[in-house]
């Protein structure tokens, strides 16, 4: 099969009829077939690409991303058709961007290739990225972008800082201890024993061995080293200062090499007396215990209390003096969870240990969660104890419970966004549609004759029900935000006074409402008429709650937004705030409904009672006017909404004072019919 493009004139006569046609076949095999491998050779690169764990990327001179493998596009938390042909400052973190900026004009202005290693925070954890940034010339070689390949060196770095950590602390380790620390070294073809680290200067140690001990040292070391365990033994050596031979302990632990066998020991050597031992070891074991940060208890298997560390001391408030022999359980756990921990106590005196978080009580009553850890051991006369490692988590949890929080807030919100979204697209197509309708119907009116009414009055109905259908796609609108506002700075106070008088004709006469203007400063930047859409909204789904009456408080005051208050609601930013709060006694909402209240086309009511759109275009117009709200509900306790919307830099800047009032218009008096409408 050949590939052929022809391209070619006709020819007309003097008639202007065609009677030939000249033309040229070229035959571009050749270069269909060059298309046809260059595409092949495009997705094995591709394939390559996305196999490979580092991350790659390439950007053209305006630092716009023209490739991106599956590890780079994964990194970033984006699809592909967000990554490509967009900006690098659009798809990775500002902060890394900033780094990259100079590296990249670097490159693109002629520089060599070079890698960089940055430390960044991703998903609130910290990784070590070494990004390396190549140019990419054209013949002439001249630089037409970078491409970036990057790879996740945190596992490395972290095993590294751990590495260097751990050689400062044993390094501190050694430095800090009052014993003499030794290495017995096994890879050389003569095994030795030196020593490490000590105090004061020592002779070679084996010369202070007493005769023969040397040997017999170096033979049980290798024994161990076979066995690969550790190493104990007491040897005779002399003690340059006392001028004779001492008792020495000499304890070392293997050090294995790839393989698992053992390369070296290194270990402590310790100046032994029958008293100076216990006493050591007795110290040693206190210490260690008061040490960790963890309440530490030791008792029999009836429960009672043998060992209670300073830790345990600090946390439940008692001595160890005071509450020696006492019964643990009655001590710390609440009357209410006793049993629970009865039987938990009761396995593990059988031998089976136990991890979990239960309830505690302080000798000031205070209870707190805890996480214990229970298991059975002995003691130095072989009777067996339970030994409980406890720690207060109470703030941890209280922690994990806000984070848990925060993050259900911003599933919310991303999800509220994306119906916004398609609730925009819906509105605008719907919209469309119904101009169409509206149009169609009054040129129909003009054109019917009077005599046909029926076909009128059909017509008309067709026009009022696309009228009514268009008021719900500025509804949707609004929710969306895509709704065109009228703002000016306004009277927050002047509109709900305003309003609330209509609203009183509106919710009936057994709701009454109360107005608290507190708000001094008071000035926002809104839509008038969105502002009063918001009150009656709210007032016609309080007036539902409350079928046999109650009352509607709404109340404004200034207030500013810290950093501690936008930790609990991810909408909110630091400034000054105007707030209204509308709050209502009606029956309430449960926790399960409050999560989809503004959410379009969700209603409690029956059938036919209401769309669904009065709180979902409360939260669209919120949101267009830069501000956010919140919900609180208990079932039988009524409702408070509170709404929060930026306080005018105007008012801001004038502090208390007053501002003019726009002027009225005036209204000409005139002869007229007033019609009033009571129900």
């Not at 216990?278 to 009672?304: P, W």
Request: glycine share 6%.
């Amino acid at each position: 099969m050949i590939w052929l493009v022809s391209s070619g004139k006709a020819d007309y006569d003097e008639n202007g009829k065609p009677w030939r046609v000249v033309g040229i076949v070229q035959d571009i095999t050749l270069r269909k077939e060059s298309e046809e491998r260059l595409r092949q050779t495009r997705i094995l690169i591709r394939l390559m690409a996305d196999v490979v764990p580092a991350m790659i990327a390439y950007v053209d001179r305006e630092l716009i991303c023209h490739f991106a493998n599956k590890a780079f596009l994964k990194s970033c938390g984006l699809p592909i058709e967000k990554v490509l042909n967009r900006h690098l400052s659009e798809i990775v973190d500002e902060s890394l961007f900033r780094k990259m900026v100079p590296c990249m004009k670097g490159i693109l202005m002629g520089g060599k290739a070079f890698s960089r290693q940055e430390k960044i925070e991703q998903n609130n954890q910290v990784k070590y990225w070494s990004i390396n940034y190549i140019p990419h010339t054209d013949d002439s070689g001249i630089v037409r972008g970078c491409f970036l390949f990057i790879l996740d060196i945190t596992e490395a770095q972290l095993a590294l800082e751990f590495l260097r950590e751990s050689e400062n602390r044993f390094a501190s380790l050694v430095k800090s201890t009052t014993q003499i620390v030794w290495v017995g070294s096994l890879e050389d073809k003569e095994p030795k024993i030196f020593i490490l680290y000590s105090q004061n200067e020592e002779p070679k140690l084996k010369e202070c061995f007493y005769s023969g001990d040397y040997e017999k040292a170096l033979k049980e070391l290798k024994k161990a080293a076979i066995e690969k365990k550790a190493y104990e033994a007491e040897y005779r050596i002399f003690n340059p200062q006392k001028q004779n031979y001492h008792k020495y302990l000499l304890k070392g632990f293997p050090v294995f090499d790839r393989e698992g066998n053992v390369r070296e020991f290194i270990g402590t050597m310790t100046d032994l007396t029958e008293k100076e031992l216990a006493e050591r070891e007795i110290r040693f074991q206190a210490n260690l215990l008061n040490m960790v940060n963890q309440a530490i208890i030791t008792t029999d298997l009836k429960g009672r209390i043998l060992y209670w560390n300073k830790f345990a001391e600090a946390l439940y408030g008692w001595k160890f003096e005071e509450i020696r022999g006492e019964q643990i359980l009655e001590l710390i756990i609440p009357e209410e969870i006793l049993s629970i921990a009865k039987e938990i106590t009761a396995e593990v005196a059988k031998g089976s240990a136990w991890s979990g978080e239960i309830q505690m009580k302080k000798r000031d009553g205070s209870k707190f969660t805890a996480s214990c850890e229970l298991s059975l051991a002995t003691d130095e006369r072989g009777e067996p104890v339970v030994i409980g490692l406890i720690q207060d988590i109470t703030d941890r949890k209280e922690a994990e419970r806000a984070l848990q929080e925060s993050l259900e807030q911003l599933r919310q919100a991303q999800k509220l966004e994306s119906i916004g979204r398609l609730a925009s697209g819906i509105a605008h197509d719907f919209n469309n549609m119904l101009t169409a309708i509206r149009g169609y119907s009054d040129l129909a009116l003009r054109q019917l004759k009077d005599d046909n009414k029926a076909l009128r009055h059909s017509i008309e109905e067709i026009r009022k029900a696309a009228e009514r259908s268009s008021s719900l796609t500025q509804q949707l609108l609004a929710f969306s935000r895509r709704q065109i506002m009228q703002t000016k700075v306004i009277d927050i106070n002047q509109i709900i006074k305003e309003t609330v008088f209509l609203l009183q004709h509106l919710i009936g006469e057994n709701i009454s409402i109360v107005v608290f203007p507190n708000s001094k400063l008071r000035f926002v930047e809104a839509d008038p008429s969105q502002l009063s859409q918001i009150l009656i909204n709210l007032a016609t789904n309080s007036r539902d709650a409350m079928p046999n009456g109650g009352t509607i408080t709404i109340e404004t005051e200034d207030v500013f937004l810290d950093e501690k208050f936008i930790a609990r609601d991810i909408e909110a930013k630091v400034g000054h705030y105007v707030k209204i709060s509308f709050k209502d006694t009606g029956h309430g909402m449960d926790s399960e409904t409050i999560k989809h209240i503004f959410e379009p086309f969700f209603t409690t009511k029956p059938v036919g009672a209401g769309t669904g759109l009065g709180l979902s275009t409360v939260y669209g117009v919120v949101k267009q006017l830069n501000g956010f709200i919140t919900c609180e509900s208990q079932l039988g306790k009524g409702t408070v909404f509170e709404i929060f919307l930026p306080l005018s830099e105007k008012a801001l800047s004038a502090g208390e004072e007053t501002y003019e009032e726009e002027e009225k218009p005036k209204i000409k008096a005139e002869k007229g019919l007033v019609l009033l409408v009571e129900d």
